[in-house]
Structure formats: structure tokens, C-alpha cells
């Protein structure tokens, strides 16, 4: 943590500002390890290795979550060795880390890979990145940013980033610091966050928000942190479609996914005070060429269709407008969701 951030930092549990950091300079030019005390309730919330953690008296949901993903989560070896995600794996693993969301073409992100899902998905943030007039100097939080790749992404761009996360993972950004590139982490609940109001131009999350339980609690808060004419952009995030059923499976992790229809987000996005929503169906076709080339499968027909309807971008166009009810109604697949204040 560097100093620059206590300007824009608040106690979640009180309100109080400003918090004083009681820590010590050490690797990576930032304060690693102390405290930032709360001069109105006295709380201090812990600073280790560099990521102050703000879930003071989290949820339960928090909690489970916590457990869930420190039980699960795990890099599998070809050979059937497992290792949790603690920060020897990260050293052990780093090109790994380093490598994500694209992957190195390593057996860890092909088919049954501990990393697949970020190989198949990568394509959906690389394709759109550039239409979001990323800027030098704008100042964006990332929510559940994980192994903090897209955090890194919008750090070479020149953003001024901060990275929240309820689990360790974000420990995985020491990679990127050792190499000269900086952004800030901390622990935090996405509806109790430690910042000041209108401190954002720009909040990103990949399949985050829909783990919130109160949709409702969690845009008014991205609402509350962001500035005037700000946006968010949400990638990868759960729906259902109107006569679908809930799937479970990752709820049965103890997850807590939540799976809302289109117009639920569309309706609570406005109602927290976004001036505008736009829902973007993304192509289904890219997704299943992509979901097919990291599988490495040799190219069928269907493949070879694919391949062919994308190389024509209006047909795209026209086959996804054309199944946009279908998606609502049955199979929403991957959408973006970006709203300004
Ligand atoms: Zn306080």
C-alpha cells in the first residue's frame, strides 16, 4: 500500500477519515505490514504484505465464501499433484499466474485444466478492452479481482488501480510488483467499501456481482464510490433466463452464485442510480470457437461454420440480434452489462 490511496479511504464500519497508517516501507516501495487506525471507532484494520484488510466483522456469506474457495480452489498437475493457492504455489507456479487469463498453451489450460475457464473467457475482455477508452490517470477499482490480471491489464494502460478481493488471491499481484508494475489491493465487502463517495471513474468485475445476495445494496454502493459520469463494466456474470432453472453447481461449493434474469439487472442498475444501462449480447459464436480451440479439438463442420459466420461480422451481428429472445427467454450466455452514473 502506498500513501496515495488514504485519501480516498474511509473506515466501513464507522465512516470515519481520515485512517492513519501505522506500517513500515519494505519491498516494492510500499508500506507491507501494520495497521490503519480509525481515529472515531479505533479500529485498526490489519496492512499484510502490503494489502490492508478492511472485512472487519464480515458476513457470513463473506465467510463461506472464504471457506469455499481456500477448500477448492487448486492447481492440479498433470500428474495428479495438487496444490491450494497460498503464496509458495504462487512462487512455484508464477509463469502460470503471469501468463493469465490467456494461459501458455500449458496443460493447465486446456480441457480439464485447473485454469480452463480463464483461457475460454479471455477472448470476451482482450476483444473488448480497447472500446472502453482506457485512459492514463483514471482511476479504477476492480471488484473480486482474483489473481488481479485484469487489475494488471488496466495498470499498463496508466490507470491508477485498486484491486478488492475477499480471498488471498490477490497475494498473486506480488508477481507483477516485483516486475516494476504497481497497483493497490485490499480486502473488502463489495457492499461495505472502504472508500470515499465519487473516488472512481471506473469499476470493473468479471463474474463478481452476482455473487451479492442484495443486488439492490451492492449497485448502490458501486453507485456511491464512483464519480460523476462514471461507469461500470461487468463481464462474465451469471443470468438466467426467464424459464430456465437455477443451476446449482456452484452454489454447491458454497459460492453463494446468484442466477438473475436480464431484467432484474437491467431494473436494479437504474434504480440505484445509473442514467444509463446498456446490455450487450455477446457472440455466442466467438465464445464456441474460442470453448472449442482451447479444448484443442480437431475442427469439424460446426467449427468450421463458426469460423466462417465470424469472418463476416454483419452475419455475426444478425444471428445474435435474431437469438436475443431465445437468450432472454431460454440461454443468456455471456453478456456485458456497462452502466454510467
Ligand atoms: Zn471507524
Given at each position: 500500500m502506498k500513501t496515495d490511496i488514504i485519501k480516498i479511504l474511509k473506515c466501513p464500519l464507522c465512516g470515519g477519515k481520515p485512517l492513519k497508517l501505522e506500517a513500515v516501507v519494505g519491498l516494492y516501495d510500499e508500506y507491507r505490514d501494520g495497521a490503519l487506525l480509525c481515529g472515531t471507532c479505533n479500529y485498526s484494520f490489519p496492512l499484510h504484505e502490503g494489502i490492508a484488510d478492511f472485512l472487519a466483522e464480515p458476513s457470513p456469506e463473506i465467510l463461506e465464501e472464504q471457506k469455499a474457495s481456500s477448500r477448492e480452489a487448486r492447481i492440479k498437475t498433470e500428474d495428479g499433484s495438487e496444490f491450494f493457492i497460498n503464496p509458495e504455489t504462487i512462487e512455484k507456479f508464477s509463469k502460470l499466474f503471469l501468463s493469465l487469463p490467456k494461459g501458455d498453451g500449458s496443460y493447465f489450460f486446456k480441457e480439464g485444466?485447473?485454469?480452463?475457464?480463464?483461457?475460454?473467457g479471455s477472448h470476451r475482455f482482450f476483444d473488448l478492452f480497447d472500446s472502453w477508452n482506457i485512459k492514463p490517470g483514471m482511476k479504477v477499482l476492480e471488484l473480486g479481482a482474483g489473481f488481479c490480471w485484469a487489475s494488471r491489464e488496466f495498470a499498463k494502460r496508466g490507470c491508477e488501480v485498486v484491486a478488492v478481493d475477499i480471498t488471498d488471491y490477490l497475494k498473486v499481484a506480488d508477481l507483477y510488483l516485483k516486475n516494476g508494475l504497481y497497483f493497490e489491493r485490499i480486502y473488502a465487502d463489495m457492499d461495505k467499501l472502504p472508500f470515499e463517495k465519487d473516488s472512481f471513474d471506473l469499476i470493473f468485475a468479471a463474474a463478481t456481482i452476482h455473487h451479492s445476495s442484495d443486488l439492490d445494496k451492492t449497485f448502490k454502493e458501486l453507485n456511491r464510490v464512483l464519480k460523476k459520469n462514471g461507469k461500470i463494466i461487468l463481464l462474465n456474470e451469471c443470468f438466467i433466463g426467464i424459464f430456465e432453472k437455477p443451476q446449482q453447481h456452484a452454489a454447491d461449493f458454497g459460492y453463494n452464485d446468484h442466477y438473475y434474469p436480464i431484467w432484474q439487472w437491467q431494473k436494479v442498475v437504474k434504480e440505484s442510480g445509473f442514467s444509463k444501462v446498456k446490455v450487450t449480447f455477446l457472440s455466442f459464436l466467438k465464445d464456441y470457437i474460442a470453448r472449442k480451440e482451447s479444448r484443442g479439438l480437431k475442427a469439424g463442420l460446426?467449427?468450421?461454420?463458426?469460423?466462417?459466420?465470424?469472418?463476416?461480422?454483419?452475419?455475426?451481428?444478425l444471428l445474435s440480434i435474431v437469438l436475443i429472445p431465445h437468450r432472454i427467454f431460454f440461454r443468456p450466455r455471456s453478456i456485458l452489462i456497462e452502466a454510467t452514473k
Open positions: 485444466g485447473s485454469f480452463q475457464n480463464f483461457s475460454e460446426k467449427l468450421k461454420l463458426a469460423k466462417a459466420i465470424i469472418g463476416v461480422p454483419l452475419i455475426d451481428k
